[in-house]
Nanobody
Framework: QVQLVESGGGLVPAGGSLRLSCAAS????????MGWFRQAPGKEREFVGA???????????YYADSVKGRFTISGDNAKNTVYLRMNSLKPEDTAVYYC????????????????WGQGTQVTVAA
């Protein structure tokens, strides 16, 4: 089992920045991916970005078009922690943000992820 705990959400003005953290504990594997998803009120959960680690390919990242250039995913493998740095935030970025983990390569599909955190609220004021 893998446990994920997000933190770092909050209220920020438009144009501001936040950094979310996702700490993983429990069983780990030599190759896994961590994804970030978000769900706005009344909307489906959507893919934000992901990072894939393996002993041969550390730190490959992928982003949704809506956040590309504004959001950055990074990680500290030694700490089993993934970060989502969000810059130039917009009111439409308001959502509950979730991190998720899966074995192997990353995916944009939430159904492919085996483990989920509880979510952290991000609110961007206009």
């Amino acid at each position: 089992q893998v446990q994920l705990v997000e933190s770092g959400g909050g209220l920020v003005p438009a144009g501001g920045s936040l950094r979310l953290s996702c700490a993983a504990s429990g069983r780990t594997f030599s190759a896994y991916s961590m994804g970030w998803f978000r769900q706005a009120p009344g909307k489906e959960r959507e893919f934000v970005g992901a990072i894939t680690w393996s002993t041969w390919n550390p730190g490959t990242t992928y982003y949704a078009d809506s956040v590309k250039g504004r959001f950055t995913i990074s990680g500290d493998n030694a700490k089993n922690t993934v970060y989502l740095r969000m810059n130039s935030l917009k009111p439409e970025d308001t959502a509950v943000y979730y991190c998720a983990a899966k074995y192997g390569s990353s995916s944009i599909a939430e159904r492919d992820y085996n483990y989920w955190g509880q979510g952290t609220q991000v609110t961007v004021a206009a």
